[in-house]
């Protein structure tokens, strides 16, 4: 049985996406495609670190 979905060229691979680092955990994280509008003022990789709010040293 075959793939179910496949990557036909089209989308590019993970490692050539940008990347920033999370201004609450310091983890880097990937650009998603429900950021394409507002990438530039992505700051949390989650929500979950949204509500923590950015670490002292990282503002």
């Known amino acids: 049985m075959g793939r179910k979905h496949v990557n036909l060229g089209t989308a590019p ?4 996406l940008p990347q920033k ?3 609450a955990c310091g983890l880097p994280f990937a650009w998603r495609k429900k950021w394409a509008r ?13 509500a923590k ?6 503002r």
């Open 53 to 58: 709010g950015a670490a002292e040293d990282r």
């Open 38 to 50: 507002d990438w530039a003022q992505v700051r949390f990789c989650s929500d979950r670190c949204r």
């Open 21 to 23: 680092v999370c201004a």
């Open 13 to 16: 691979s993970k490692a050539d």
